[in-house]
Nanobody
Framework: QVQLRESGGGLVQAGGSLRLSCATSGRIFASHTMAWFRRAPGKEREFVAAVTWSGERPYYADAVKGRFTISRDGAKNTVYLQMNSLKPEDTAVYYC?????????????????WGQGTQVTVSS
């Protein structure tokens, strides 16, 4: 059974950093593009970042480019999202997601697997 489990969320002041982790199980990790999405209160779920199974071609939303870094550790079957220079508008529930193959879709409807989410709150 495929499972995704996020961790690392919390409360941080503006300008601070957090690192989110997404532990995967099953066979998803080796052959799937992995992504992070977020949903702020009252808003739709939006794409944040994604990386292909090979670790190449990281892709970022414009709102986080230059501040966030996505990476994956094959030995640990884990995907990370390093978030620096956090802003209050980054406050959201962050979700890990996976889709088979090497494409990098940005629509949540293209992803098959989802974690339960982890809350990130950035205070001003």
């Amino acid at each position: 059974q495929v499972q995704l489990r996020e961790s690392g969320g919390g409360l941080v002041q503006a300008g601070g950093s957090l690192r989110l982790s997404c532990a995967t199980s099953g066979r998803i990790f080796a052959s799937h593009t992995m992504a992070w999405f977020r949903r702020a209160p009252g808003k739709e779920r939006e794409f944040v970042a994604a990386v292909t199974w090979s670790g190449e071609r990281p892709y970022y939303a414009d709102a986080v480019k230059g501040r966030f870094t996505i990476s994956r550790d094959g030995a640990k079957n884990t995907v990370y999202l390093q978030m620096n220079s956090l802003k209050p508008e980054d406050t959201a529930v962050y979700y890990c997601a996976g889709v088979f193959g090497s494409i990098v879709p940005t629509s949540p409807s293209n992803y098959n697997y989802w974690g339960q989410g982890t809350q990130v709150t950035v205070s001003s």
